[in-house]
């Protein structure tokens, strides 16, 4: 039984709406009395669990499967397959390098953070190798602070660059086809708020890094970035909340911005194929579907998949095919829609 709580009566009147608070005490946790009822209430847990005559055999197993190797998020660039791996009773996730040709070939580890800190509290944050593989983009930070510093590693020599650079939380990273340099998202020092995009070139200061984007958006705005395969095109998806997701385009060549959608209610989410841009989105399709548009004219959509009874929930082009999710009472599928026309295929098995 959770013991008993103190309810006060603070009400807070937010926005013109009477909020009430009763336990807001609670959230000193250096008070006395927020301290003996954590301490009240692990006592009683603990009470329970070890009345359990199964609970060491539970223990026992759990422990043997969290000490066992965990391998995912994988990305194929080229010949190479990187991925995040933690070794068996490791503390942190490390990026691992493998053949994407040969499957039974052995697998390197890159970057094992396990090896940089005695108490296992330097973590890894993100990574993305470059469209050949060559180089590896990652973020790392101390502490569980996830305020990532970015360094780049030539995979091939295991050494790094000199590049590094402070404030990549989260970071969204795109690289140049010619892997000289990156787009990237970087915060203001120390602030939690004001994402704006980058572009870096290798060996540059940072510091004097272009602002592509961001510079009159609100502090709130969550933007990634991403360059086409030929690097001419600049895709920036801006997140107002939870409800939008304004997305926008940049011609390189020209210097001009270009409005895919800006300003409406729904998610988005664009990629660049070819002469064209090819999107999922909720605008008049609260379950999704899929349009095109060409980048002459990025506001003009033509429908490839249309909504169906199923919830879209994500895309991927593949050759000459269009890969989506659907999913339908809890259960997804795989689609497959020729990228032509639309035209549904079948769904891929396994």
Same mark, same amino acid.
């Given at each position: 039984m959770t013991p008993p709580a103190r309810r006060d009566d603070l009400v807070e009147i937010l926005h013109g709406v009477a909020v009430a608070d009763?336990?807001?005490?609670?959230?000193?946790?250096?008070?006395?009395?927020?301290k003996a009822w954590v301490a009240d209430n692990n006592r009683i847990t603990r009470e329970a669990l070890d009345a359990r005559p199964d609970r060491v055999r539970w223990h026992e197993r759990l422990v043997a499967l969290t000490r066992l190797r965990v391998v995912g998020g994988a990305a194929v660039r080229g010949e190479r397959l990187f991925a995040w791996e933690r070794e068996p009773g490791g503390q942190q996730m490390g990026v691992s390098l493998r053949s994407a040709l040969d499957p039974a070939a052995p697998a390197r580890m890159l970057l094992d953070p396990?090896?940089?800190?005695?108490? =296992?509290?330097?973590?890894?944050?993100?990574? *993305?190798?470059?469209?050949?593989?060559?180089?590896?983009?990652?973020? *790392?930070?101390?502490?569980?602070?996830e305020r990532s510093v970015l360094r780049v590693l030539d995979v091939e020599t295991r050494t790094h660059l000199v590049d590094e650079i402070p404030d990549t939380r989260a970071c969204s990273l795109s690289w140049l086809p010619d892997g000289e340099g990156f787009a990237y998202t970087r915060f203001a020092p120390n602030d939690e708020y004001g994402r704006r995009i980058y572009l870096h070139h290798l060996g540059d200061d940072w510091a004097a890094d272009e602002l592509v984007w961001g510079e009159d958006v609100e502090p709130?705005?969550?933007?990634?970035?991403?360059?086409?395969?030929?690097?001419?095109?600049?895709?920036?998806?801006a997140m107002h909340g939870?409800?939008?997701?304004?997305?926008?385009?940049?011609?390189?060549?020209?210097?001009?911005? =270009?409005?895919?959608?800006?300003?409406?209610?729904?998610?988005?989410?664009?990629?660049?194929?070819?002469?064209?841009?090819?999107?999922?989105t909720t605008l008049d399709a609260p379950r999704g579907r899929i349009v095109t548009a060409p980048l002459a004219s990025p506001g003009e959509w033509t429908t490839l998949v249309p909504e169906t009874e199923s919830v879209r929930g994500g895309f991927e082009i593949v050759g000459d095919e269009v890969l989506s999710v659907a999913s339908r009472h809890a259960v997804d599928r795989l689609e497959r829609h020729r990228l032509a026309d639309g035209e549904f295929i079948g769904t891929v098995d396994g």
């Open positions: 009763p336990y807001r005490w609670l959230e000193d946790a250096t008070s006395e009395e927020t396990g090896e940089w800190s005695e108490d =296992a509290t330097t973590a890894i944050d993100w990574f *993305v190798p470059s469209r050949d593989g060559r180089l590896l983009a990652y973020g *790392v930070s101390d502490g569980g602070t709130e705005v969550w933007a990634d970035v991403s360059l086409s395969p030929d690097g001419r095109w600049l895709l920036v998806h939870w409800g939008r997701i304004d997305v926008t385009l940049l011609d390189r060549r020209s210097g001009t911005w =270009a409005d895919v959608i800006v300003g409406v209610d729904a998610t988005n989410g664009f990629e660049v194929d070819g002469d064209r841009l090819v999107g999922l």
